[in-house]
């Protein structure tokens, strides 16, 4: 069947629903919890724990996605999820106990599983293979500038209601981007959740190697992030000077999406892998040049929003578009566990090594990154054509066998 062609509107207004659904679940806390320390009487980390407990739901539901992609599209699904976001919201500021917003953040990982970027991401390479990844990245683009505008945007709230106000606010703004995202084709997808054929070596090894990766560099990204206030005062700088973190992060996407196909993902990868280690570096010399670690919040900042572009397009050289979602569902979930575990590492490496002793431990973990990158980019060329001719001899039961030498193809 012929790919359809995208809709011109579809990557300003999914952009504009990941924006709004980052912002109003993912960032959320961030802008509020001040406010809902100071009324409710819970400490910081009991109202952050609402935000790990959806990450540990993401993972359980993970596996399901592929499925409810099948059955009802990628339209339902992400509106639905989307839905279900803002009705948590619409909870959080009715809950007057701690159970109660837990079960709130509950029903929010359910919907941040089901219309945050993988998702999305799934239904349409799905819908489009390798066309979506242009849209891909300019959905990342917009969804990247939802701390920029929701964290300001919440503070300003604050000044003129309360809390439970702004939550009340925020369903609406759910509400808003559920009908964004109608622009997404309504057609069920053609979602492989059971490969027919066995996995060839090279699959079975470039999805360990994917997982593992992805796992790595989402503890190493997501920790950093949420730790970089201290990271920033301990060398002496103002807090503000985290905003570099977003230009960078959007500055990248950005520069990716000018650059367009001359890119590849395996290049991307690769690029972004072999730049962590020494971001690192230059972060580690905060001690000698304080300037370094502004250089560290702009250069990190620029890799995490390099990485959120190497975790959706590189399973597109790795997979079919049509197992795809199937895939990235199972080889995720060690990412989503290591995102909810980060937070708590991260503070207790702080605590017992220092900051800088923390950045070390980091330092390594990249070097590692780095290694798997390069493993998973090796021979790219030759393993695709490898891949392509035994799958096809698996799935229409070619007699002849493929050639010994890839380059006779």
């Given at each position: 069947m012929e790919t359809p062609a995208l809709p011109r509107r579809l990557a300003l207004t999914a952009g504009c629903n990941q924006l709004i659904n980052w912002g109003i679940s993912f960032y959320m806390p961030g802008t509020l919890a001040r406010s809902i320390s100071a009324d409710r009487g819970w400490s910081s980390p009991q109202i952050y724990f609402g935000l790990t407990l959806a990450m540990l739901v993401m993972a359980?539901?993970?596996?399901?996605?592929?499925?409810?992609?099948?059955r009802f599209g990628g339209q339902k699904v992400v509106m639905g999820g989307t839905l279900l976001i803002a009705i948590s919201c619409a909870g959080m500021a009715y809950t007057q106990t701690l159970f109660g917003w837990y079960c709130a953040w509950l029903v929010?990982?359910?919907?941040?599983?089901l219309s945050l970027y993988d998702a999305l991401f799934a239904a349409l390479v799905n819908l489009y293979g390798q066309q979506a990844r242009r849209t891909i990245s300019r959905v990342t683009l917009a969804g990247g500038l939802a701390s920029a505008i929701f964290w300001p945007l919440g503070d300003g709230l604050l000044h003129v209601m309360g809390w439970q106000d702004v939550l009340r606010v925020y369903a609406l703004f759910g509400l808003l981007s559920a009908a964004l995202i109608r622009t997404l084709p309504r057609q069920r997808l053609?979602?492989?959740?059971?490969?027919?054929?066995?996995?060839?070596?090279?699959?079975r090894?470039?999805?360990?190697?994917?997982?593992?990766?992805?796992?790595?560099?989402?503890?190493?990204?997501?920790g950093t992030s949420t730790h970089l206030p201290e990271f920033i005062t301990h060398f002496g700088l103002p807090v503000v000077v985290g905003m570099l973190w977003g230009f960078g992060q959007t500055g990248a996407r950005a520069m990716e999406v000018m650059a367009g196909t001359r890119i590849t993902p395996?290049?991307?990868?690769?690029f972004t892998a072999i730049a962590m280690p020494i971001c690192f570096l230059v972060g580690l010399s905060s001690a000698l040049f304080v300037w370094c670690a502004a250089g560290f919040v702009?250069?990190?900042?620029?890799?995490?929003?390099?990485?959120?572009?190497?975790?959706?397009?590189?399973?597109?050289?790795?997979?079919?578009p049509e197992s795809y979602a199937a895939r990235t569902g199972i080889l995720l979930i060690p990412g989503q566990l290591m995102a909810a575990a980060s937070p708590f590492a991260y503070a207790w490496l702080n605590k017992t090594l220092g900051i800088v002793g923390a950045m070390w431990v980091s330092a390594g973990l990249t070097l590692v990154i780095a290694g798997l990158a390069i493993a998973i980019v090796r021979l790219p060329g030759r393993l695709t054509a490898l891949h392509c001719i035994q799958r096809a001899t698996l799935t229409n039961g070619y007699k002849t066998a493929p050639p010994a030498n890839l380059s006779d193809t």
């Open positions: 359980a539901v993970s596996p399901f996605v592929a499925r409810l992609l099948a929010t990982g359910v919907g941040m599983r053609t979602v492989t959740t059971k490969v027919s054929t066995p996995p060839l070596n090279n699959e090894r470039n999805g360990w190697l994917y997982a593992v990766f992805i796992a790595l560099i989402t503890f190493v990204s997501n395996f290049n991307l990868t690769l702009l250069g990190y900042g620029a890799i995490n929003g390099l990485v959120t572009l190497v975790k959706a397009t590189l399973p597109l050289e790795l997979f079919s």
